[in-house]
């Protein structure tokens, strides 16, 4: 009877910890990537070099430029972003502004846990959780290899996913592989 009452506990606690990792990360291919605090973007103002330049996006979000003063960035996509520009440099200070901006640098990520060489990695455009475990130097032989645990940047809590070939990272996230158990 004893041994009966163990083995169900047991098996709650295993239905429990499957059942814990049901999120599933969305793929790299649907991920629109918005600026965030930490970002370093390059804005060119076409014929106008005064307006031109690379710019940290703030922690409150912001890029301070000249004439126009602080614009909010973070949570915008690069391409947001530009239309927004286009529009106040447009209608008061540049007519017919042409602007380019690019990402010049993103936010690190890091990766902790059960890899060869954990610590902190470059983000690259597309990034997907299996390509950061390859530069990581892969799983160590303890790893749970089905679950991820990821921190968003700017999130107080790590909330766990299924770990699938396309599950997309984003600059700033911090991802830890578990120990498996059995």
């Known amino acids: 009877m004893m041994l009966r009452a163990i083995a169900l506990i047991l098996g709650a606690c295993l239905t429990g910890c499957t059942t814990a990792a049901s999120n599933e990360l969305p793929s790299v291919n649907v991920v629109q990537y918005r600026l ?3 970002d370093r973007i ?4 076409f014929r106008e070099k ?5 710019y940290v996006i703030n922690d409150e979000g912001l890029i301070g430029l000249p004439m126009v003063g602080n614009v909010t960035a973070a949570g915008k996509t690069p391409a947001e972003l ?4 286009t529009r106040l440099f447009g209608t008061e200070y540049v007519r017919d502004a042409k602007i380019t901006l690019d ?8 990766i902790l846990g059960e890899v060869q060489k954990p610590g902190e990695y470059t983000y690259s455009e597309g990034m997907s959780v299996f390509a950061l475990i390859a530069k990581a130097g892969g799983f160590t032989y303890r790893a749970n290899e089905k679950m991820v645990y990821i921190r968003h940047s700017r999130e107080g809590a790590e909330h766990s996913y299924k770990l699938t ?12 592989i578990e120990q498996r158990f059995f």
């Open 36 to 38: 965030a605090p930490g």
């Open 42 to 45: 390059k804005i060119e103002v």
């Open 50 to 54: 005064d307006l031109s330049g690379e």
């Open 82 to 85: 530009r239309g927004e520009l």
């Open 103 to 110: 990402l010049v640098s993103y936010q690190p990520i890091y």
């Open 165 to 176: 070939s396309g599950a997309a990272v984003l600059p700033g996230d911090t991802i830890r």
